[in-house]
């Protein structure tokens, strides 16, 4: 953020360094205010059937894709994603609503349990008030990925979004208020860090989601904790890339500029750590470095730009900060390690080798345009080279043999694993971590049940007989 900024919701132009506009932070009565009127909204909203909720959300993605030019300019202008990533981000967070829409009350429908006397339901039902903290690197598909589900579910939504992405913020609360949602359904609260731990202190809210760092992560699950409510945390990663044959190895590159590059390498997800076989570690390295190489920085508004700023100057300075150091602790920089000599957010895109323990590349999430490879013996070796790290999102196995991937794969400690892919994410696959990298799933059928009350229902004949209790 420019250090001209006053208020910590601000568009700032990461291309330019420019402010564009301020908003002002809320605080005290304001929030109050905002807290009653969810508590009020939500016990009207999970009485209407939930095919009625679905269509709001059905109604949001149709005027998302409306609106798909608009919102991939505002995301591009506020953390700095290339325009066609942008647009692709609104067709997924598009897709992840009609996903819901179409088939949240299926996942929510009751299930009749096996008994041997009588009847026993599991039924889902909304917890009430959630709060959301969301990240700038995808502004609305991680949104989208915590409101769909649980909107469809019931529950009422207060979002915090993050400081550089106000207009999106804005613009996501607009298109749900115009796709007919109630007020107090989705509301985004402009509330500093401080407010956040008051809010899930109050009696109204009934769960929290964060997406964000470890940092932040830790803040909210101990007020979470201390107030006996459910958490779900989508924390950093460090994902392994794991390359066991040369087969294909044009292919296995290219996936790994795409699993590293996407974003500018501002992923929790992204590709970081290439643990590569040794007999096909120097071409590997080669095709990377070459590829990297080709990328060319520029304004990420324009087609032809294939590299972008980082979000923020602040962010670009500390990438360059922690590859300046791994270099200086005896890392070999292959190609890049630099700020790029113009305006804007810029790091040179950069391979690291010859990274160890005890080097920052080695234990800490580099989030941008930067990676670390890594040459190893065999399968075994690079199967705990992968999982020597505080981290488990994601990850990916390359190899031919298809069967021999999936072994791999799930020996990898991490919470998703894709083979012959970058680490990536659909409406109907479960995505989460373990570790450091948070708990808890979203999307699919389980992002559907976090934040929902699983009751049973036991129903038995009048004249049962009385078993004993326990508890």
Known sequence: MSDQTKSPFATVNPYTGETIVEFPVIEG??????????AEASAAWRERPVEERAAVVGR??????????????????????????????????ASILEHYAHHGAGYIADERLDVREGEAHLVYQPL?????????????????RFAAPNLVLGNTLLVKHAGICPQSALALESLFRDADAPEGVYTNLFVSHEEISRIIDSPHVRGVS????????????????????PSLLELGGSDAFIVLDGEGLERTVAAAVKGRMGNTGQSCVASKRFIVLDEVYDDFVDGLRRAFEELEPGDPADEATTLGPLSSERAAANLADQIRETVEQGAELVTGGHRIDRPGAFVEPTVLTGVKPGMRAYAEELFGPAAVVYRVADEDEAVALANDSQYGLGGSVFCADAERGRRVAERVESGMVWVNHPTSTRAELPFGGIKRSGYGRELSR????EFANRKLIRVLPPDAELGGTAG
Request: charged share 25%; net charge negative.
């Open 128 to 144: 009430g008030v959630l709060l959301g903290v969301m990240p700038w690197n995808f502004p609305l598909y991680q949104v989208v």
């Open 210 to 229: 964060l997406t964000g760092s470890e940092k932040a992560g830790a803040r909210v699950a101990e007020a979470a904790g201390r107030n006996m409510k």
């Open 29 to 38: 009565e304001e929030v109050d205010d905002a807290l009653a009127l969810a």
């Open 446 to 449: 389980l992002g559907m049940h």
């Open 60 to 93: 949001a993605a149709e005027l998302m894709r409306e609106r798909k030019e608009e919102l991939a300019q505002l995301i591009t202008l506020e953390m700095g994603k290339l325009i066609a990533e942008a647009r692709g981000e609104v067709d997924l967070a």
